[in-house]
């Protein structure tokens, strides 16, 4: 048990800077998870925690000692890579069974063979134990070597996109496991992912990351529902959330979010930026619905005709187009034809916007301060 | 000018010195309508891509035939066969610009207007800004789509696309797949989609063709395939997450049939055609479980084992009393569940599915 804090961790290769003023702390027995592209950095930010890496600049400590310095062997964190490295020569059963053989880790055989059965158990591989390697698939392989990284204690697991080679079912399935495996629940955790269902599954907070630089550190609810900038909010859902780049403007009844080409404008509930700013509006396609005669009071409605209908399970994914905008719809309703009129409508509440120039959300319960101090 | 398209007895054998015979077509019927988008779906090694590669001319047929428009075409060269190909590994012209590339071979054949139509095409796909550069420089994803609008472009009677979005990320692959599935009904192009994602296949297909091991499992609109498995190959196949599969055997009561799943846990079923003492499959959705606070024919006791807060959705991870493999259910997003808590589900009867455990066909 032991809590993990990166201070002001900067990483170059080169002119290229890899990490930037990294800064984050991973409580006690939580599980973070670092989410983003490929070639934003996780890796790198996991390797300089096992101490793989040395960081151009800044700091790692582990329960609020710094082990910058310290070699990897004596930070005590377990690492699992998204490429494993098994002995060809062992079984699967001696894979994971071999850090239990080290002077630092050893129990009894007997306590040995426990543990292992019982995270193989979780991992599903118990009966592949007495494998070699090579008689093992890609994803079966992986698990043996995750399973090799829980089965030691350790103050810190890392863990690099570990279910990445498996396909999508075993994924769902490995998800839910890994989240009710004991090593796990009293272990701090550090898991790097690109997929964000994963994260928002396992994480207790996730933290987003993007070029280098966390643009987002909270939990899945804050993330989804609070998305710092349009990257995170891209970020989070299928289909993606939809952005419609615009204005503000004054009307006659209050503040207007007005499409760029004119179509759409939504009354916002004040006016949280001065008149003329170029933004854009977010809206998840969950949040939308199309209208089956009377619309609910109190939402935004749009006029639109569709543009494509796909099937998404039960559920339809309506495409509407309102002028040069194509907007998302998921519904439960019956099917419509293309080139259908359609209206479509929200809850003003679900709407996000963002300021066009820098892409970061901007507040909708908070008036224009500004404005109002100039009035 | 579009053109139906059938097959009929559709068989391809592999046959290569020292090596065992490969049945990789097993008499495949299938017809596909005049301006009909349809899938082959299925797991890789299932068949569809040597389907997919004797219609288009590139692979011999073993026996059976191919009609275009009512015309065998098993005796024709790929050109002559009138037939547009997206390739999976496109294959560019190194020398042409991507424009060049796309047009290329059009003026031949006195298309209307091909650079006006290119222009259009390329906009839809997200490509304009690549026109005038030369394939070497682009990303596997935008090669792909250059492919894509070459298919697109001209007109032909049967449009083939093989696995069209698969290099493509995800913000991508959603644009692309919009703008095909609109471009085919604007255009009304006959054409078959190959692919193996579910997905990809329910929400751009009038029918799904879905195939394992060389033969045809099902062959019908998204809804009956998702909805309607006809065995659990398809069952199994179709949906994410996945529907949920469990074994149990039938036992007549005084009430009727049931379904026990374990001692402690059994189902009602409404289903006239299962006989006392039989092996079944039950199947059923995870948004057709339903966590329910009284008890009632249809519900059953579960324990929570994990509760994965999605946003979109949240996936409750259960087991049943007694019943080895865990179920999944979907729930409000917000919803709150912890471990080892108690919880009772009901699963809609309407939706519930039973296929024979020997089998693995549907019982109706």
């Known amino acids: 048990m032991a809590t993990l804090s990166l201070q002001g961790l900067r990483k170059e290769y080169g002119d290229l800077v890899a990490l930037d003023e990294l800064n984050l702390d991973v409580r006690d027995g939580e599980f973070f998870v670092l989410l983003g592209p490929s070639g934003a950095g996780k890796t790198t930010t996991l390797k300089c925690i096992a101490g793989l890496e040395t960081p151009t600049a800044g700091r790692v400590e582990i329960d609020g000692r710094d082990v910058t310095d310290v070699e990897p062997y004596d930070r005590n964190v377990a690492m699992a890579f998204e490429n494993y490295a098994l002995y060809p020569q062992k079984t699967a059963f001696q894979n994971m069974s071999f850090p239990l053989n080290s002077k630092r880790y050893r129990v009894s055989e007997e306590e040995a063979r426990k543990r292992v059965e019982r995270v193989a158990e979780t991992l599903g591989i118990r009966h592949l134990l007495q494998r070699l390697p090579r008689e093992l698939s890609g994803g079966q392989r992986q698990r043996v070597a995750l399973g090799r990284v829980l089965v030691r204690p350790a103050d810190v697991f890392l863990l690099d996109e570990p279910l990445s080679h498996l396909d999508a079912k075993l994924q769902m399935q490995m998800r839910a496991e890994l989240r009710s495996l004991g090593e796990m629940q009293n272990t701090t955790s550090f898991y790097v992912s690109h997929d964000y269902r994963e994260a928002l599954a396992l994480g207790d907070r996730i933290g987003v990351l993007r070029e280098g630089r966390l643009v987002q550190m909270g939990t899945g609810e804050e993330v989804w529902q609070r998305p710092a900038d349009t990257f995170v909010a891209r970020t989070f859902g299928q289909p993606e959330i939809n952005l419609v780049a615009g204005e503000l403007v004054d009307g006659p009844e209050g503040c207007l979010f007005r499409s760029r080409d004119g179509e759409i404008e939504v009354l916002l509930p004040n006016r949280p930026a001065p008149p003329g700013t170029s933004v854009e509006l977010g809206i998840r396609p969950l949040d939308l619905e199309v209208a089956d005669g009377e619309t609910p009071p109190d939402t935004v409605k749009l006029a639109g005709r569709v543009y494509v209908v796909e099937r998404l399970g039960r559920e339809l994914e309506v495409t509407v187009k309102i002028g040069e905008n194509l907007i998302a719809v998921v519904t439960g309703k019956g099917s419509k034809d293309p080139d259908e009129q359609v209206t479509i409508f929200f809850s003003s509440s679900r709407l996000l916007l963002f300021e066009a120039e820098t892409g970061r959300r901007i507040d909708l319960e908070q008036e224009d301060v500004e404005a109002i101090n100039r009035a | ?364």
Do not use: W
């Not at chain 2, 054949?109 to 550069?133: F, H, N, S, V």
């Not at chain 2, 959603?174 to 604007?186: A, C, F, P, S």
């Not at chain 2, 009561?253 to 189902?267: D, K, P, Q, Y």
């Not at chain 2, 039950?282 to 324990?303: C, K, L, M």
């Open chain 2, 1 to 364: 000018m579009p053109e139906d398209l059938a097959l009929t007895e559709l068989n391809k054998v592999y046959r290569r010195r020292g090596k065992p015979e490969v049945h990789a077509v097993r008499g495949i019927d299938l017809e596909v309508q005049q301006g009909e988008l349809l899938a082959l779906l299925g797991p890789s090694g299932c068949g569809k891509s040597s389907t997919l590669r004797m219609i288009a001319g590139l692979e011999e047929v073993t026996s059976g035939d191919i009609l275009i428009g009512g015309s065998s075409v098993v005796d024709l060269p790929p050109h002559r066969r009138n037939i547009a190909l997206a390739f999976e590994n496109y294959a560019l012209y190194p020398p042409l610009t991507i424009e060049e590339n796309i047009t290329f071979g059009l003026q031949a054949r006195r298309a209307r207007d091909p650079q006006k139509r290119a222009r259009e095409i390329a906009e839809r796909l997200g490509i304009t800004d690549i026109l005038g550069q030369k394939p070497g420089a682009l990303s596997t994803g935008q090669k792909q789509r250059v492919s894509l609008a070459r298919a697109l472009v001209r007109e032909p009677s049967v449009l083939l696309l093989d696995e069209p979005l698969s290099h493509l990320d995800l913000a991508q692959r959603d644009r692309t797949r919009r703008e095909i599935k609109r471009l085919q009904e604007e255009t009304g192009y006959t054409t078959v989609l190959v692919t193996h994602d579910q997905l990809e296949a329910l929400s751009m297909a009038d029918r799904i063709a879905l195939m394992n091991e060389g033969e045809l499992q099902q062959v019908g609109t998204p809804e009956e395939v998702y909805d309607d498995p006809a065995n659990l190959f398809v069952a199994g196949f179709v949906g994410d997450p996945p529907m949920n599969l469990l074994h149990g055997r039938t036992r007549g009561t005084e009430r009727g049939m049931n379904v026990s799943l374990s001692g402690e846990t059994s189902l009602p079923v409404a289903n006239s055609s299962v006989s006392p003492d039989q092996r079944v499959v039950v199947g059923v959705r995870p948004q057709d479980i339903h966590v329910v606070d009284s008890g009632g024919p249809d519900v059953v006791r579960a324990t929570v084992f994990a509760f994965e807060p999605l946003q979109e959705t949240g996936l409750l991870t259960t087991t049943l009393l007694g019943v080895e493999t865990r179920i999944k259910t979907e729930t409000a997003p917000r919803a709150r569940f912890s471990r080892e808590e108690s919880v009772r589900l009901r699963l809609d009867p309407d939706r519930i599915r039973l296929f024979d455990a020997e089998s693995g066909d549907r019982i109706r």
